[in-house]
């Protein structure tokens, strides 16, 4: 049962008497995808996957995502997969936003449920079984992992954002803090899945420039994002996708908290063609 912590109503279809009008958003730039479309209607179903629909909010496509694919899952009572991901050079980076699930990775069992993070490395042997009697929902980040040499292989991780406390950044008296699963300082990982957290009022204070790609898919809460040129509002259930350099700021209006799982790319050399 979900205690509403994080948004996860995807989902329905709206009457045949709403506008036609929406938010969506797509640039070369960035992209908004609103929690509006997200709709039956749009789901995927996916090989070896059973009791099992897909939003696919984010993929490898020229003029959008460069580095990663993400999925919102829903597994209903029963559902899940014993054959999950199809290449074997992908790892996974999983966060659920409501109910729970057995993860088995590489023959250990873990209970995860709401808020708990999992991270998978490439051509590790996992698999999904929804043993309740509701539905689970989590974000699946699939990333081809880049092998450097010399360095070893990244662990897997199973964690709990109950387990981490929220880093501030700096001079913003705590009002703008990160909730990191994964040791940013260790670059074995290629990858980060964090949480954003503002305090009402909180802002991002210039306009961030730089070499990371980046989804943001809101878990609670509103305020205005700057994508590029544009201001953009935005609320819990939205997607955003930022292309490397595109520039961003944020400004955090109230009257709640406002959330973000945050993906990014990290810790690698830039391929030269």
Not at 3 to 20: E, F, I, K, N, V
Not at 243 to 272: E, I, M, S, T, W
Request: hydrophobic share 40%; glycine share 10%; with cysteine.
């Amino acid at each position: 049962m979900s205690t509403g912590r994080y948004y996860s109503q995807m989902g329905g279809l709206p009457g045949q008497t709403d506008l036609l009008s929406g938010r969506a958003v797509f640039t070369t730039a960035y992209a908004v995808i609103p929690k509006g479309v997200m709709r039956d209607i749009v789901t995927s179903l996916l090989p070896h996957w059973d009791k099992t629909q897909a939003w696919i909010i984010a993929r490898p496509l020229t003029g959008f995502a460069e580095t990663f694919a993400q999925y919102i899952m829903e597994v209903a009572p029963g559902g899940g997969s014993d054959r999950p991901e199809p290449n074997p050079a992908a790892q996974a980076a999983i966060f659920v936003v409501e109910g729970e699930f057995t993860l088995t990775i590489a023959g250990k069992a873990h209970a995860l449920r709401e808020g708990s993070f999992a991270y998978v490395p490439a051509g590790t042997a996992w698999s999904v079984k929804n043993t309740s009697n509701a539905p689970a929902k989590f974000h699946w980040v699939r990333k081809k992992f880049q092998a450097v040499e010399g360095l070893e292989l990244p662990p897997a991780i199973v964690s709990h954002e109950d387990e981490h406390q929220i880093s501030g950044m700096p001079d913003t008296d705590g009002k703008w803090g990160t909730t990191r699963f994964i040791d940013p300082a260790d670059v074995r990982y290629d990858m980060h899945l964090n949480i954003v957290t503002f305090e009402p009022g909180a802002i991002i204070p210039f306009m961030e420039t730089h070499v990371m790609e980046h989804g943001l898919y809101v878990l609670e809460g509103k305020a205005v994002y700057r994508l590029n040129s544009d201001w953009v509002e935005v609320e819990a259930g939205d997607f955003m996708w930022l292309r490397a350099f595109c520039p961003q700021a944020c400004y955090a209006g109230g009257p709640g908290r406002f959330r973000y799982l945050l993906y990014k790319d990290v810790n690698r050399h830039v391929d030269l063609w």
